[in-house]
């Protein structure tokens, strides 16, 4: 059970405080529920307790778990879907999955698909949802500045585009190169 003033992730809308531990009525029934806050989409939601797993709402990660979870921030993209409606369709499940694990997925790769093609208007909204599920979560875990933490998940979000770039160009490279050895061969003959 959460406690009044702890954090949570509510993977609808992102990290929410809880404000109340309350009975409510719900037909003949009194059902204990939290209320939550969630100030990035400035609403207040209430949850039953008994439906928080259903509703796939968890702890903000540990003061332990945010440094493993920025270096992962680092790593290099998966390769990238070409199909955007697979690859929306991927990234909005993985965003319902509530997990910072699929959130950091998302984030990194489109991020990284945004240096090479820039993303439709509705893939830029989910990389901006990732992005600030990540920024806000790791403020609280961390207990820093929104701003301090922005800066870090930027550079980090850099680092893992420059790793998948590097890929590509090492690509374009080895084909160049093996087309130009496959001419050069030809010339033998």
């Not at 680092?74 to 694990?101: H, P």
């Not at 420059?162 to 130009?180: N, Y």
Request: charged share 35%; hydrophobic share 30%.
């Amino acid at each position: 059970m959460y406690k009044q003033n702890s954090y949570v992730v509510y993977p609808m809308y992102g990290i929410c405080k809880v404000i109340e531990i309350s009975e409510s009525r719900v037909g003949d029934h009194s059902v204990e529920c939290y209320t939550l806050y969630c100030e990035s989409e400035n609403i207040t939601v209430k949850v039953p307790v008994s439906r928080v797993e259903d509703y796939k709402i968890r702890e903000i990660i540990s003061l332990s778990d945010a440094d493993s979870f920025l270096e992962l921030l680092q790593c290099k993209s998966e390769d990238i879907e070409n199909n955007w409606k697979v690859r929306s369709q991927i990234n909005e499940e993985k965003l319902k999955s509530g997990e910072i694990r699929d959130t950091i997925e998302v984030a990194r790769t489109l991020f990284t698909r945004n240096q090479l093609k820039e993303l439709s208007a509705s893939e830029k909204r989910l990389y901006e949802k990732a992005y600030l599920f990540i920024v806000h979560e790791l403020s609280i875990a961390l207990s820093k500045e929104l701003d301090e933490i922005e800066d870090i998940v930027s550079n980090a979000l850099e680092k893992s585009a420059k790793k998948f770039r590097g890929k590509s160009i090492d690509k374009k490279t080895t084909s160049s190169k093996t087309k130009k050895d496959d001419d050069d061969d030809d010339d033998d003959f």
